[in-house]
């Protein structure tokens, strides 16, 4: 994961199982919660903001609490500040459905359930860049990490987009985590 630091990296992924079953969270009548935790100790705003947006205690939110704990203590050394912007989200429709690269130095995206982001090879973004269609797109599975190098420290951001999903009766869980220096949306 940490390759992400290297100057000529833009994307790196971390596949993994997904570490709990998701599918009770989507249940619950949620909003969506953004909030900025210290990286050092998220787990006490985070618990609170999730049980007010609707989120109900259970054993699922509290292992959804400590993976974005994880994720936290993982995105911080690459994040380079004492506190983290965290957004949960319940996807249903096509939230930014093009592909682009985050005004941000880096963004960790993980899906719970639902298809991942779709990102682009470096080839492939140039073809976008320029007003064409890209040959492949890939794509992360549910419980893949990525951490995604963006404008505001290289001139070739990791390019992707959220998976087209409205009309499908899909929904995606994902975690956002964003250094809270940077405050891009």
């Keep these: 994961m940490f390759d992400i630091q290297e100057q000529g990296c833009n994307l790196a992924i971390w596949k ?10 989507l ?11 210290a990286a050092n100790n998220p787990a006490p705003i985070l618990t609170q903001e999730l049980q007010a947006a609707g989120f109900t205690a259970s054993e699922s939110l509290d292992r959804l609490i400590t993976d974005i704990c994880r994720l936290c203590d993982m ?8 506190n983290i912007e965290v957004r949960v989200e319940v996807v249903t429709n096509n939230a930014c459905r093009k592909f682009h690269g ?9 899906t719970y359930t639902g298809p991942g982001t779709e990102w682009l090879d470096n080839d492939d973004a140039m073809r976008v860049d320029q007003g064409h269609e890209p040959h492949m797109i890939n794509q992360m599975a ?9 404008r505001l420290v290289t001139e070739w951001p990791a390019i992707h987009r959220s998976p087209p999903i409205e009309g499908t009766g899909a929904a995606r869980l994902i ?6 220096s940077d405050q891009e949306s």
Excluded: H
């Design 16 to 25: 993994r199982s997904l570490p709990f079953n998701p599918e009770p969270l």
């Design 27 to 37: 249940a619950d009548e949620t909003r969506g919660v953004r909030c900025s935790v």
């Design 75 to 82: 995105f911080q050394p690459v994040a380079d500040t004492p």
């Design 102 to 110: 985050d005004y941000v130095s880096a963004r960790l995206i993980t």
């Design 142 to 150: 549910a419980g893949d990490v990525g951490i995604f190098k963006g």
């Design 175 to 180: 975690v956002v985590l964003n250094p809270e």
